[in-house]
């Protein structure tokens, strides 16, 4: 096969129409990249505006009050002590030195007057009258202990006194189902005091109620009757027996001024 020749490139276009012969051309080169052009400037900042006033706080609501405290239980019963363990034998004590001279005697003043105990006034209580001799007391049966206010005075109490070894208790509870509520004495109630007395004292509450109680039965258990309603209880009972009215000839009496008791 022959090679064709052209000798220019509008030759080559004519022989392309001529024979209808779509042949590709050469490819130029590329030509040079342009310069980069400059970036622009970057527009100021728009100035930030100004930030609202803050609302103010709403106020705070009421506390509610607090509910009533419930009541305290009883504390449980303290158990017995154990026994206190055999005390090792005492060893053997060494000899005793020799007793040292006994210097004389001096001679011995007069005896004077015994002082003698006589029942004073009340509010007395100890006091010995250097004129008479005497101590006087105060019949009751007192304790002293610092004022708790005023440093500069003691506070004086007494026994309550009664014919009998007597026990109270006291608390608090209320009737929920209009009905009644029970109330238990302490476990060891039973069996160690009895012949109890309960008086009830109703807490008003906008309306006066009345209250009845059952006896404190074998158990330590009374029962308290009425409508709803917070109620306050004073139990008192016997423990013991004393005589109350003993003749001196009959009985043996221990100590001195206002603690004496009967052997």
Known sequence: MSKLFFGSYNSYLNSKNCCKELLPGPQGPTGERGPTGYTGYTGHTGYTGYTGYTGYTGYTGYTGHTGYTGYTGYTGYTGYTGYTGYTGYTGKTGPTGPTGYTGHTGHTGPTGPLP???????????????????????????????????????????????PEVGVYYRGKSEVTNDTSVTVNLPDYIPGWAHDFTITVTGIYDGKLKLYN???????????????????????IGKRGHINVEPYKNKIVVKGDGPYKWVE
């Open 116 to 162: 003698i105990i006589t029942a004073g006034a009340v509010g007395d209580i100890v006091r010995y009258n250097s004129v008479s001799s005497t101590w006087n007391y105060d019949a009751a049966k007192s304790f002293i202990i610092d004022h708790p206010q005023n440093k500069e005075k003691y506070l004086v109490h007494t026994c309550l006194e009664g």
């Open 213 to 235: 109680t059952s006896e404190v039965d074998d158990n330590g258990v009374f029962t308290v009757y009425g409508e709803n309603g917070k109620f306050n209880w004073i139990a």
